[in-house]
């Protein structure tokens, strides 16, 4: 005789374990029970499972994942990236990982960040590098930890991702060692001030941004900038473009696209920093004509920024609905439709003046607007 104990909890299924009793086996399901979901034969299928071949496959079509550089969405990105790369289907990796279709799903969902534990399965079920994915997620962990450091300077980077100058992978070294580049090391450089104007009166729609940035190790002689340009929800373009132009304050040594809303610009110095030097430079950055910008200009910052300052000047002949700021905001909320906040007045401009200081890490500092 085979006994089952069945408990419900309004969690995914995790897994499956079996426990000896008196001489047998029992079983231990954990699943979720909800109205969306339904329950067949002890496993759990929701409302997109589809029947193909007569056998259930449970799961749900994934949704698009918009990068915005927030960290939460960064690591579920890098999941994506690494299951990809194993060519597991969500199905065999949840088998692999001992954890539902759902859950490791609801991992690269990009939501919220997934237990230590959800990642590590993930990792070791698509044969990744165990040791990096938990410096990441600690690093990410540690960012979103509301009593982090006002100073606190992590980069989201993962250090798979990180590459030498020539394009390839970068050895495996600690980011404190010597030989280290200063521009990969997260802790190398900071942003004393940035002001922004951005000028949607014009065509096309630009932004003029300058900053300035201490350096905290020597040897500084690059800037790795990047800025996230997300579609307009009317956007059906074939192509997603940004265009950007250093002003002053060096030579762009690098302009790529990685992805389609995510644009990268290595900016080499005139000369070398040492440790406490300042430099100053500005980027004019262009929406091409014709490509609609989405309706919102926020500053999330991922390394030590201690002052933003933002004008906008709106179109007086198209002026939006509402205008609203946020002062860190999660990400989340930056693409919430509605005001999350006090809603501003342009003066009779068209403009708005906006400033912050001592910003939180992985929030977001700026303003939004309704069309």
């Known amino acids: 005789m085979v006994y089952a104990v069945l408990v419900l909890v309004a969690t995914y299924v995790r897994r499956f374990r079996s426990y000896p009793v008196n001489g047998l086996v029992a079983y231990r399901v954990i699943m979720q029970f909800s109205p969306q979901n339904r329950v067949f034969c002890g496993k759990l299928c929701d409302k997109c499972s589809q029947r193909l071949a007569g056998n259930w496959i449970m799961g749900r079509p994934q949704e698009p994942l918009e990068r915005d550089g927030s960290p939460v969405r960064e690591l579920a990105f890098w999941l994506r990236d690494l299951r990809n790369r194993s060519g597991l289907t969500y199905e065999t990796l949840g088998k692999n990982a001992h954890y539902a279709t759902s859950t490791v799903q609801e991992a690269t969902a990009g939501r919220r960040l997934p237990t230590h534990r959800v990642v590590m399965a993930f990792v070791q079920a698509c044969g990744g590098d165990l040791d990096a994915w938990h410096e990441y997620w600690t690093q990410i962990r540690r960012l979103l930890d509301r009593d982090a450091p006002q100073?606190?300077?992590?980069?989201?980077?993962?250090?798979?991702?990180?590459?030498?100058?020539?394009?390839?992978?970068?050895?495996?070294?600690?980011?404190?060692e010597p030989g280290r580049r200063p521009a990969d090391r997260p802790d190398s450089w900071y942003i004393?001030?940035?002001?922004?104007?951005?000028?949607?009166?014009?065509?096309?729609?630009?932004?003029?941004?300058?900053?300035?940035?201490?350096?905290?190790?020597?040897?500084?002689?690059?800037?790795?900038?990047?800025?996230?340009?997300?579609?307009?929800?009317?956007?059906?373009?074939?192509?997603?473009?940004?265009?950007?132009?250093?002003?002053?304050?060096?030579?762009?040594?690098?302009?790529?696209?990685?992805?389609?809303?995510?644009?990268?610009?290595?900016?080499?110095?005139?000369?070398?920093?040492?440790?406490?030097?300042?430099?100053?430079?500005a980027l004019r950055l262009r929406i091409p004509p014709g490509q609609p910008m989405a309706s919102h200009y926020v500053h999330v910052p991922f390394r030590r920024s201690d002052y933003f300052e933002l004008r906008v000047r709106f179109d007086l002949d198209r002026l939006p609905r509402s205008v609203w700021m946020l002062s860190g905001a999660p990400t989340a909320v930056i693409y919430e439709r509605s005001p999350a906040s006090q809603t501003l007045s342009p003066d009779r401009f068209g403009e708005i003046h906006l400033r912050f200081s001592d910003l939180r890490l992985g929030l977001g500092y700026g303003v939004c607007w309704q069309e």
Do not use: K, M
């Open 151 to 176: 100073d606190l300077s992590r980069s989201i980077i993962p250090p798979w991702a990180l590459r030498d100058a020539a394009g390839q992978r970068a050895p495996d070294r600690d980011p404190a």
């Open 192 to 281: 004393e001030s940035f002001t922004a104007l951005l000028l949607l009166d014009a065509e096309p729609v630009e932004a003029i941004e300058q900053r300035v940035i201490v350096a905290t190790a020597d040897g500084l002689s690059e800037l790795d900038t990047s800025v996230s340009v997300p579609r307009h929800p009317d956007d059906a373009g074939p192509v997603h473009r940004l265009d950007a132009e250093l002003l002053h304050g060096g030579s762009l040594q690098l302009r790529e696209q990685p992805y389609e809303s995510y644009f990268r610009n290595v900016i080499l110095l005139p000369v070398p920093l040492r440790a406490g030097e300042r430099h100053e430079y």
